[in-house]
């Protein structure tokens, strides 16, 4: 897979420097995050009103019945250009299918909406049209500015910046957008052993490989890290990159519940005891999969609690920092930093630059054996 030059320099840079000298400080305390305090904010939420829920779902209810009925007479009447797929398999089919056609097509103008500005704090929203119902949208010259709340750009990199947009200009006319090869054919660069060296200097490793993608950081490294006869025992709100990484690797997958480390304890001495399903014989290697904060609950890992269970019961721990590296600790260093936890005693540092550094792709941190070993497969 080819890889962008557009911003490894500036991140590498970025790195050394921990953030700009605007955003140096970045602190975070994990009493914040007490359940307690959970509970008290969740209690002051506005409640939705019982008139507004049930005219939601009357409406919902509505298009359900409609668009089935809808469905069912065309069936009928206008079979031939309903089954004629002329030997292609549908795009789409069953409840995705049915939503897509009678559920979003009627509000898809709320959604994906473009955007005419960098991705600031603030930013342009293009208005559209549509004269076919909904079907194609067209754009107009109307723009209405709008507060941002649903972004990873906590850092607010991904908008023009003082330190990092010069030298992103800058990177670009020197090395060009892309090395055009793969790094393992020829396409690693000068920046890309500078990333990996101020990756590894920043998360507290001996030493880091960098990916062109997030995603595929989890869903390619796994496979390689475990395989048949190995255990993996994963967060039940992991991410998809990691439960796709996890199925694809053969090894028996085990699931926990979430940021729970007493269950974790007790999944771990079960299939300890247990050993390989039908054999028996000890696993070959077990690995724990968390999250340093869960994207969809906002929840920090219990970090401490789960390095102690791993540590009493032998099992390596893989650690998916991709919005906590940059977004917590006294420095942005990641949970270890703001937990109090040894960079040590995680053994795979994984993370990504999608969020708080306003990038793309993702990076694994570890023992120099284990970079070596990723780098040769």
């Known amino acids: 897979m080819p890889y962008n030059h557009n911003l490894l320099h ?28 959970r509970e008290k904010r969740r209690r002051k939420m506005i409640k939705i009103p019982y008139f507004s829920a049930l005219s939601t779902y009357f409406s919902f209810g509505l298009l359900f019945v409609f668009g089935h009925v809808r469905d069912f007479f065309r069936k009928i009447f206008d079979f031939f250009h309903s089954s004629n797929l002329q ?37 342009d929203i293009v208005h559209r049209y549509s004269n076919d119902n909904n079907k194609t949208m067209r754009r107009t010259s109307k723009v209405t500015r709008c507060l941002n709340l649903g972004s990873y750009n906590y850092l607010g990199f991904a908008a023009a910046d003082e330190y990092c947009t010069p030298r992103v200009i800058e990177t670009l006319n020197r090395f060009s957008p892309s ?62 990159s990691i439960i796709n990484g996890a199925r694809g690797s053969g090894a028996t997958i085990r699931v926990f519940q979430h940021n729970m480390p007493s269950h974790l304890e007790e999944v771990l001495r079960q299939h300890i005891a247990e050993g390989q399903p039908r054999t028996h014989r000890p696993w070959k290697k077990i690995v724990v999969l968390v999250e340093g904060i869960y994207s969809m609950e906002g929840e920090l890992c219990k970090l401490p609690e789960i390095v102690a269970v791993c540590k009493k019961y032998k099992a390596y721990v893989y650690l998916d920092e991709a919005h906590s590296i940059g977004a917590v600790g006294q420095t942005g260093k990641g949970v270890c930093e703001l937990l109090g936890v040894d960079t040590a005693d995680v053994d795979v540092m994984m993370g990504t630059f999608t969020k708080s550094f306003g990038s793309c792709g993702g990076y694994i941190a570890g023992s120099k054996e284990l970079i070596q070993y990723l780098q040769v497969h």
């Open 10 to 37: 500036s991140l590498s840079l970025l790195l050394i420097k921990g953030t700009s000298p605007k955003k140096s400080k970045i602190t975070t305390t994990p009493g914040r995050y007490c359940v307690n305090q």
């Open 87 to 123: 030997g292609y398999a549908p795009i789409c089919s069953g409840q995705e299918d049915f939503y897509v056609r009678r559920y979003y097509h009627r509000i898809q103008d709320c959604f994906g909406r473009p955007i005419s500005s960098a991705p600031d704090v603030w930013f």
């Open 179 to 240: 090395t055009c090869s793969p790094r393992v054919d020829g396409g690693t660069t000068t920046l890309h052993k500078e990333l990996e060296e101020s990756v590894a200097n920043f998360v507290g490793k001996p030493a880091a490989i960098v990916f062109g993608m997030g995603y595929a950081t989890n869903a390619a490294t796994l496979p390689v890290l475990i395989g048949k006869g190995g255990l993996i025992v994963s967060d039940s709100l992991n991410h998809s």
